[in-house]
């Protein structure tokens, strides 16, 4: 082309420029896409095992039976141990999301070009995106657990339940979408893309918090209306199913 007096800039007519529009803290929240995922966990894992130990473990050492002969509510005895599940569980959320905070704090994500938001309210928008979905978890694991005859048994059977969790966050991490506002009316998934918005620093408002709060109650009541019914079934104190 020079030997003929033509410019070779010519022969590349379109100059494309790559210009990155993503905003430092959505950039971080890409890199970190994992915590989200580990916080639903631990909502999860965190009162596995007293969970399994009221309803089940009661049932193999033979000591439900007796409290169940206390002239108390079945159902006030569900919402008690409920409520110890979920102390359980939300402690654990806690340390979790305690954690990533201070391993975070001693990483240079500067120096990788990633500006991630871990203040105070950061960190108040990922608890009560998280926290309400302790309930449903806790709710839905009491209720697998009074079906298992013993504690191993259900041990099995919520640790094939801790799937549930891992299903959005690893389907979030490899293909993300966009997100609308009914998603955070589902429970995990809405809390995972809660998380993940808070990290990136977006405005949501109220209404995502408080569809993932409603859903999660709604799953909870169902959860322990039915632990309740089946407490008043004899082969299930018995240990017979």
Avoid: H
């Avoid at 193999?60 to 979920?86: H, Y």
């Avoid at 608890?127 to 839905?140: E, R, Y």
């Avoid at 405005?203 to 632990?227: M, Y």
Wanted: glycine letters at 8%; one cysteine or more; aromatic letters at 6%.
């Amino acid at each position: 082309m020079f030997a003929r007096g033509v410019s070779p800039e010519l022969a590349v007519p379109v100059r494309v420029d790559e210009l990155d529009l993503s905003t430092p803290e959505r950039t971080a929240a890409t890199v970190l896409t994992t915590i989200p995922l580990f916080l639903v966990m631990a909502a999860f894992a965190g009162g596995m095992q007293l969970a399994s130990d009221t309803m089940a473990g009661e049932r193999e050492r033979g000591s439900l039976e007796p409290l169940l002969l206390n002239p108390a509510p079945r159902g006030a005895v569900v919402a008690g141990k409920w409520l110890a599940t979920c102390a359980m569980a939300a402690m654990g959320v806690l340390l979790c999301l305690v954690g990533y905070f201070l391993v975070v704090k001693r990483v240079p994500l500067e120096d990788l070009g990633v500006r991630a938001r871990f203040d105070a309210p950061a960190a108040l928008g990922m608890l009560a995106a998280v926290l309400p979905l302790v309930l449903a978890a806790s709710a839905v694991q009491m209720w697998v657990s009074t079906y298992a005859r013993s504690f191993k048994e259900a041990q099995t059977y919520l640790s094939l339940l801790m799937v549930l969790p891992t299903l959005p966050g690893m389907m979030l991490a490899l293909s993300p979408i966009q997100t609308q506002t009914w998603m955070f009316a589902v429970p995990v998934l809405g809390q995972e893309l809660l998380a993940g918005e808070v990290m990136r620093g977006e405005s949501l408002g109220p209404v995502p918090f408080l569809l993932a709060l409603v859903s999660c109650v709604a799953v909870s009541a169902v959860a322990l209306r039915f632990t309740t019914r089946l407490l008043s079934q004899e082969r299930i104190i018995f240990g017979r199913s």
